[in-house]
């Protein structure tokens, strides 16, 4: 795998006029162009005039004293679940084709844009974001880092967005997450993805998969350009990272549901991972949590996502339900069989979820659990849909414990080089973010030695 630059490396050499916005933006292009590469299925559009154009006006600007950021010229790819001004958004589908042109940006695309970063394009993903799988029928499937040639899944449903950044084909992603979107593809290609605290980054503009749980991060090649790309999207000052020290981290593995089925290369470099962070000194606290249990029922009739999304699509689904992906619309249409009481008792067995595992785990620094159960499956032995349904739902397990939780949550590679990727999750209670990621820089380190 390439060694694509963080983003405070671009920065310096934009700063030091060792490059130029320009510069990285046609390197960027010229990735996605490549016959050779995974351009053509990681992005459903590239805005090439247009980020030339921003490239161009950056540079302008930082000549003349006046770039809006350190990291303005930066070319990033954003998810098509959000809306670009001008441009249709078909959150990976072809349902919404008719579309009218969004009339602006979405809120976090707009905040992106203030601190100059440039848009290479619009991501594919999973259809209406509902799989963390990353397979689309519709756009092509990108291939994930894992053994290209014989081709295994990028994850989803964040997939284009992460295969840019592996490829260089921008240099951080625009992703969701609600039930591991950002994480599951960062973990199944070795880079960084993250889930924040959801109340602090703005939903408006986006496509809808459950509005209780859809959480706007992203994915990148390090601990510090996600804490970068993450103050612009909640819109708070960037603040220089300090890791903190792996000697006296408190953190607590959840032996309940986490740790159960999982692939050998899984559980090998998760305990592999474990014991460095003890010999750095950390304290581990294998725990159980029984509130673990309470989620599998809770998302029997198909929980939050089947029901808001149901919600949101009754109505294009039945008017071009023969256009989405056969597997999305099935777990779209489990909502039309829940009642009104069976969401009301959703809302409260969630309140009560959140405060009784925020007491479990308040005297912690942060949860530590393997990122997916699985490693990336190939796409070819995904055609079965049964198959398909259980490496879906064993991608999906570990993450979506955290959105229930309302939480925060980082994925880390934990693989050695050449394995394959692995991710290590580390997760906190809602509003613990920042936290989370002086902890996971602190990790960064020494956890694949």
């Known amino acids: 795998m390439p060694d694509f630059p963080t983003l405070a490396k671009l920065a310096e050499d934009l700063e030091g006029g060792r490059t130029t916005s320009r510069k990285l933006v046609e390197a960027c292009i010229a990735r996605i162009a ?73 809120a976090t695309v707009a905040r992106l844009r203030r601190a100059g970063f440039v848009v290479i394009g619009r991501t594919n993903m999973t259809e209406f974001a509902y799989s963390g799988i990353g397979i689309n029928p519709h756009y092509g499937t990108p291939k994930g880092v894992w053994n290209r040639a014989e081709g295994h899944v990028p994850g989803g449903s964040s997939s284009g967005a992460a295969v840019s950044v592996l490829d260089g084909m921008a240099h951080g992603a625009l992703g969701t997450d609600t039930g591991g979107s950002c994480r599951i593809p960062a973990a199944f290609n070795g880079i960084v993805g993250y889930k924040p605290t959801q109340r602090r980054v703005p939903l408006d503009g986006s496509v809808p998969l459950s509005f209780s749980l859809d959480s706007i991060g992203p994915l990148a ?7 970068i790309l993450d103050a ?10 300090k890791p903190r020290p792996i000697q006296g981290m408190r953190l607590a593995v959840p032996t309940t549901i986490a740790l159960d089925d999982l692939d050998t290369e899984v559980a090998t470099t998760f305990e592999r991972a474990l014991k460095t962070l003890a010999d750095h000194g950390a ?9 673990f249990h309470d989620v599998g029922p809770m998302n029997a009739k198909g929980g939050f996502a089947a029901s808001e999304s149901y919600a949101w699509h009754r109505y294009l689904i039945t008017a071009k339900g023969d256009v989405y992906d056969p597997r999305v619309a099935v777990r779209i249409m489990r909502g039309e069989s829940q009642s009104a009481a069976d969401y009301i008792d959703l809302l409260n067995e969630r309140r009560s979820l959140i405060a009784r595992v925020n007491a479990r785990i308040a005297s912690y620094d942060a949860l530590v659990l393997p990122t997916t159960a699985n490693t990336p499956p190939k796409i070819a032995d995904l055609a079965d849909d049964k198959a398909f349904t259980t490496q879906n739902l064993r991608a999906l397990r570990n993450c979506t414990l955290i959105n229930m939780i309302d939480g925060c949550a980082i994925s880390i590679p934990a ?22 990621f002086e902890l996971a820089a602190g990790m960064e380190a020494v956890i694949r030695v």
């Open 283 to 291: 304290i581990i606290e294998r725990i159980e949590m029984a509130e």
């Open 415 to 436: 693989h050695r080089e050449g394995d394959v990727p692995v991710g290590l999750m580390l997760a906190g209670a809602g509003g613990s973010d920042r936290r989370i």
């Open 221 to 227: 090649r390090s601990v510090s350009c996600c804490a």
């Open 34 to 106: 490549d016959p050779a590469g995974e351009g053509q299925r990681a992005f459903i559009h590239v805005d090439k005039d247009a980020a030339l154009a921003a490239a161009d006006a950056m540079d302008g600007l930082r000549k003349a004293k006046a770039a809006p950021s350190r990291f303005a010229g930066i070319p990033i790819s954003i998810k098509d679940l959000f809306d670009i001004k001008g441009q249709v958004t078909r959150a990976g589908s072809r349902a919404l084709d008719d579309s009218p042109p969004a009339e602006q940006d979405a």
């Open 232 to 241: 612009v999207l909640a819109n708070e000052p960037i603040v220089a990272l």
